[in-house]
T-cell receptor
Framework: AQKVTQAQTEISVVEKEDVTLDCVYE???????LFWYKQPPSGELVFLIR??????QNEISGRYSWNFQKSTSSFNFTITASQVVDSAVYFC?????????????FGPGTRLSVLP | NAGVTQTPKFQVLKTGQSMTLQCAQD?????MSWYRQDPGMGLRLIHY???????DQGEVPNGYNVSRSTTEDFPLRLLSAAPSQTSVYFC??????????FGEGSRLTVL
């Protein structure tokens, strides 16, 4: 069965610190997709990144970077030089029924608070 | 571009009442789904649809019905509301890259 674990329930950092959010997943499929979503205090869910199981290249987008390691079944998310606007709940998700996400499983989320 | 639109945003029901949460998307996505979000549990899939006329159950389908008569619309029906259905509900659709596009959410309270 699929499972996504986000062991960090809550993290607090001071602005400009770097922070890494951990995500560990379980799946028996060889083809799967991993995602990160952001849920700011306003409540909407914002897509951040999609990574398929065949692409282990790390990705950087501005202050955001993602480290995908199949050997440890991890897909960690790092925010560099955090800002108050990064305060949100971040969800890691797994889909292993194809690219249309027919069976998403979400982790419980990590609440990040960035203090000024 | 409206994306995924959910209504209502807030609703209070009494136990036993029925209601329908509406969801519409204008991106011509075949895949649509409903999730509920409860504290500490992430999002859990209620029902999903891979196209008009096709629906299937997710992880927590009990107490909910869905139908998909058009590509655009995917309503979620609560037949007899229970306090355990107090939650925030999200409708989502999925495009050809696989990521989910979410509506703004509907906060439901069942007294």
């Amino acid at each position: 069965a699929q499972k996504v674990t986000q062991a960090q329930t809550e993290i607090s950092v001071v602005e400009k610190e770097d922070v890494t959010l951990d995500c560990v997943y379980e799946t028996r499929d060889t083809t799967y997709y991993l995602f990160w979503y952001k849920q700011p205090p306003s409540g909407e869910l914002v897509f951040l990144i999609r990574r398929n199981s065949f692409d282990e290249q790390n990705e950087i987008s501005g202050r955001y970077s993602w480290n995908f390691q199949k050997s440890t079944s991890s897909f960690n998310f790092t925010i560099t030089a955090s800002q108050v606007v990064d305060s949100a709940v971040y969800f890691c998700a797994l889909s292993d029924l194809g690219p249309y996400g027919q069976n998403f499983v979400f982790g419980p989320g990590t609440r990040l608070s960035v203090l000024p | 571009n409206a994306g995924v639109t959910q209504t209502p945003k807030f609703q209070v029901l009494k136990t036993g009442q029925s209601m329908t949460l509406q969801c519409a998307q204008d991106m011509n996505h075949e895949y649509m789904s409903w999730y509920r979000q409860d504290p500490g549990m992430g999002l859990r899939l209620i029902h999903y649809s891979v196209g008009a006329g096709i629906t299937d159950q997710g992880e927590v389908p009990n107490g909910y019905n869905v139908s998909r008569s058009t590509t655009e619309d995917f309503p979620l029906r609560l037949l007899s509301a229970a306090p355990s259905q107090t939650s925030v509900y999200f409708c989502a659709s999925s495009g050809d890259r696989g990521e989910l596009f979410f509506g703004e959410g509907s906060r439901l309270t069942v007294l």
